[in-house]
C-alpha cells in the first residue's frame, strides 16, 4: 500500500524566515493535497498538485510537485506567526475506492516572533 | 458556497455508553462523505466513506458504523464506546474524484 512520509515531523522557525517541508511518496502521486490544521480545529484546504513539475502558489506559500511526481515540497517564504500550525499532505489512492486519500503524519511549523 | 457542519465539538463519554456525531454539508448535491479519526502520533485514519444514500464502505475493522440517511447528512455511531475509540474525529466531503476534500472542524472525543 502506498505510504506518505513527511518531513521533518517539526520545525521551529523565527519570523521572517524561509522553510521548506516535504512531503515522499511510495508510490507514483496522481493527486497531491497541501493542508493546514490548527491544533484541535478541521483542516483548511491549501492546494493541489497533480502533474509532473507543477508548482503552485498562494500567497507567501509555494508547493511542487516533482517531476518523477514522487515527491512533493511546501516553501513557505518570509514566515509569519499566522503559517504555525500543522501541515498535512495527502494523496489520491489510484485504483483504490472512490475519492479515497491518505495523508502523511504532518509536519508541526512554530514561528517565533 | 459550500459548507461542511460537526457536532457536538467536544464530547466526553463512560466506556461503553453509546455515540452518535452528526455531520451534514450544504450547497452541493450527491457529494462523497468521509470519517477519518485523527489519533496523537498516526496521522489521520480514513473509518468510513459514502458515495450515495445509503452506501456505507469501511475501510478498517472496528467499533465503530457510520450511517447515510439523507444525501447530505452522515452519522457516525458506536454501541459501546472503548477506550480505544478516544480521538479527533473528522467529517469530508468532495464533489468527485480527483477535487480535494474539504473537512469539517472536528469532533473531540475523550472516553472515560
Known amino acids: 500500500s502506498q505510504e506518505l512520509e513527511q518531513s521533518p515531523q517539526s520545525l521551529i522557525v523565527q519570523e521572517g524566515k524561509n522553510l521548506t517541508i516535504n512531503c515522499t511518496s511510495s508510490k507514483t502521486l496522481y493527486g497531491l493535497y497541501w493542508y493546514k490544521q490548527k491544533y484541535g480545529e478541521g483542516l483548511i484546504f491549501l492546494m493541489m498538485l497533480q502533474k509532473g513539475g507543477e508548482e503552485k502558489s498562494h500567497e507567501k506559500i509555494t508547493a511542487k510537485l516533482d517531476e518523477k511526481k514522487q515527491q512533493s515540497s511546501l516553501h513557505i517564504t518570509a514566515s509569519q506567526p499566522s503559517h504555525a500550525g500543522i501541515y498535512l499532505c495527502?494523496?489520491?489512492?489510484?485504483?483504490?475506492?472512490?475519492?479515497?486519500?491518505?495523508f502523511g503524519k504532518g509536519t508541526k511549523l512554530s514561528v517565533k516572533p | 458556497s459550500q459548507t461542511i457542519h460537526q457536532w457536538p465539538a467536544t464530547l466526553v463519554q463512560p466506556v461503553g455508553s453509546p455515540l452518535s456525531l452528526e455531520c451534514t454539508v450544504e450547497?452541493?448535491?450527491?457529494?462523497?462523505l468521509y470519517w477519518y479519526r485523527q489519533a496523537a502520533g498516526r496521522g489521520l485514519q480514513l473509518l468510513f466513506y459514502?458515495?450515495?444514500?445509503?452506501?456505507i464502505s469501511s475501510e478498517v475493522p472496528q467499533n465503530l458504523s457510520a450511517s447515510r440517511p439523507q444525501d447530505r447528512q452522515f452519522i457516525l455511531s458506536s454501541k459501546k464506546l472503548l477506550l480505544s475509540d478516544s480521538g479527533f474525529y473528522l467529517c469530508?466531503?468532495?464533489?468527485?474524484?480527483?477535487?480535494?476534500?474539504?473537512f469539517g472542524d472536528g469532533t473531540r472525543l475523550s472516553i472515560l
Open positions: 459514502s458515495v450515495g444514500i445509503g452506501q
Open positions: 450547497g452541493t448535491s450527491n457529494p462523497n
Open positions: 469530508a466531503w468532495g464533489d468527485k474524484n480527483n477535487q480535494p476534500q474539504h
Open positions: 495527502g494523496a489520491d489512492t489510484p485504483g483504490g475506492s472512490q475519492g479515497n486519500l491518505i
